[in-house]
Every structure is written in C-alpha cells, then in structure tokens.
C-alpha cells in the first residue's frame, strides 16, 4: 500500500508490504521502531515473540512521543499482560491494532504534527 506524502515534521510512512516499509522515502526491511527523531529496525517477525525487552528502546525515549502505535502484523493480535502493564507503568499510551491500521493512523497523527511513536511489524 502507498501513501501521498503530505509535509511532515516527522518521517512519514510512505509505504508498507513486501516485508518492509517505505519510510521517509527509503526502504527499510523487516519490523521497525519509528520515533520522531529517529527509526530502528526492531528484530519481531511475531506480536507472540515479543518480551518487556522489546520495548526497551521506546521506553528509553518515551518523553518524546505522546502515543505509541503498535502494528502487530496482518491481523488482529493481543499484547501480554505483561506488557501492557509495563508500558502502563512507563506512563506510555499505547494503542495496538493491524499494521496497515497503525501506518495509517501514524501518518495522521504525525501530519498534525503530534509526536507519536510506532512499533510495526513488518507484513508481506
């Protein structure tokens, strides 16, 4: 799926499939941390493998999103408890929904230049 390209402040997804995503203009492989300053590749292939750990790089910066969108692939999946709990005890909003769901709602958000985060598995 692509995307037009409104101005953004932070880096834009212009495109996801093919087991990556289009970000900013370049192509990234694999699952990915998008954050307003930066993005990094984050090693899930499944929401089911992820651990507290997982979340470690989002929780190290979470003063500079206000939100944290959590794709979690094709369709539908649950985050841990433990998970939940431990963002929720980070002070991180977070909302989870399908990555094609959570691409679109980040662009949104970031062109009404609202810091927000996301942690997108990557689908095919």
């Known amino acids: 799926m692509e995307f037009s390209n409104p101005a ?3 880096p834009p ?54 939100v944290l969108l959590i794709g979690c692939g094709k369709a539908m999946a649950f985050l841990p408890k433990v998970i939940r709990d431990h963002l929720s005890e ?12 959570a691409c679109r709602t980040y662009n949104i958000l970031a062109s009404e230049d609202r810091p927000v985060a996301g942690a997108f598995i990557a689908v095919d």
């Not at 990234?28 to 997982?54: C, F, H, K, Q």
């Not at 980070?90 to 769901?101: E, K, N, R």
């Open 90 to 101: 980070h002070g991180i909003s977070f909302d989870v929904m399908t990555t094609p769901a």
């Open 13 to 66: 997804v212009d495109a996801y499939g093919d087991g990556g995503f289009r970000v900013d203009g370049k192509r990234v492989e694999g699952s990915l941390l998008l954050l307003p300053a930066r993005m990094e590749p984050w090693p899930l292939a499944d929401l089911n493998d992820a651990t507290i750990r997982s979340f470690d790089p989002l929780i190290a910066l979470k003063t500079d999103f206000d």
């Open 8 to 10: 953004f402040r932070q």
